[in-house]
């Protein structure tokens, strides 16, 4: 059989994402190593596309990820319980607000890695970070641009509490 490939080069070289990538992980080491506690970092993903193909599908075309992603792939793949400001206010008072991986650590994280891939492709993307921790009841975070309004992008943050085996998620006011 005769086939053709389409072969595309991505915005962001592969040398360049996987060295923003690494810059990701020992920050998040970096975060974890300074809590009483003890918590490993067992997956990480950080995919990307230019902004104009952006929808809210969490799928990235252009991805790169390590470890074990696969219980949060799939909480995210099921329904997730989307809540209100205020509820998301009141939950994350408890674990989220004492966790080493505060929501305030989480958007610097985001805008970083943000920045850095959009300086490589010389373009806006809408980009995404999914993190799985191994040793919290909280397992899993995800970060993307995957909310809009009024053509507006907004940012969507989703953690799955393995503890309910739940997968919650908040549309913030913060825009891409």
Same mark, same amino acid.
């Given at each position: 059989?005769?086939?053709?490939?389409?072969?595309?080069?991505?915005?962001?070289? =592969?040398?360049? !994402?996987?060295? =923003?990538?690494?810059?990701?992980?020992?920050?998040?080491?970096? $975060?974890?190593? #300074?809590?009483? !506690?003890?918590?490993? *970092?067992?997956?990480?993903?950080?995919?990307?596309?230019?902004?104009?193909?952006?929808?809210?599908?969490?799928?990235?075309?252009?991805?790169?990820?390590?470890?074990?992603?696969?219980?949060?792939? @799939?909480?995210?793949?099921?329904?997730?319980? #989307?809540?209100?400001?205020? #509820?998301?206010?009141? $939950?994350?008072?408890?674990? *989220?607000?004492? !966790?080493?991986?505060?929501? #305030?650590?989480?958007?610097?994280?985001?805008? $970083?890695?943000?920045?850095?891939?959009?300086?490589?492709?010389?373009?806006?993307?809408? =980009?995404?970070?999914?993190?799985?921790?191994?040793?919290?009841?909280?397992?899993?975070?995800?970060?993307?641009?995957? @909310?809009?309004?009024?053509?507006?992008?907004?940012?969507?943050? @989703? %953690?799955?509490?393995?503890?309910? !085996?739940?997968?919650?998620? %908040?549309?913030?006011?913060?825009?891409?």
């Amino acid at each position: 059989m005769d086939r053709q490939f389409q072969i595309t080069t991505p915005p962001v070289p =592969i040398d360049k !994402h996987y060295q =923003i990538f690494q810059e990701v992980e020992e920050s998040i080491k970096g $975060q974890l190593a #300074e809590g009483d !506690h003890y918590l490993l *970092l067992c997956g990480l993903e950080i995919g990307y596309m230019p902004d104009s193909d952006a929808d809210d599908s969490p799928t990235f075309p252009y991805t790169m990820r390590f470890g074990y992603l696969e219980s949060l792939d @799939c909480a995210m793949d099921n329904e997730s319980e #989307e809540i209100s400001e205020s #509820e998301w206010e009141e $939950q994350t008072r408890g674990a *989220l607000s004492t !966790h080493p991986l505060p929501i #305030e650590y989480l958007d610097k994280l985001y805008d $970083q890695a943000k920045a850095s891939l959009e300086s490589a492709a010389g373009a806006p993307l809408a =980009i995404g970070l999914k993190i799985v921790l191994y040793g919290s009841p909280l397992m899993g975070y995800s970060i993307g641009c995957l @909310c809009g309004r009024r053509g507006e992008k907004r940012r969507k943050y @989703c %953690y799955y509490d393995k503890r309910k !085996h739940k997968n919650k998620c %908040y549309c913030t006011r913060k825009r891409c």
